[in-house]
């Protein structure tokens, strides 16, 4: 079986192929470096777990609504 191109997929198609492939460490790889070579990534101390927590209610309300 031929192995997809995980530079040519994009984040959502990654996470959904590992979804049905969990074992695929190359697949993961390729997702974690899509994930750490954004920009503007946001880091949080355990101090700003309450606002992450925050941000995560924020942002599921926001999906049930759309």
Known sequence: MTKPNFAAMSK???KAYLLKHRNDTEAFHALMDKIT???NQTFYTVEEVEKLEELIEDRRRFQENS
Do not use: G, R, V, Y
Request: hydrophobic share 15%; aromatic share 0%; net charge negative.
């Open 12 to 14: 959502s198609e990654l």
């Open 37 to 39: 070579s954004e920009p």
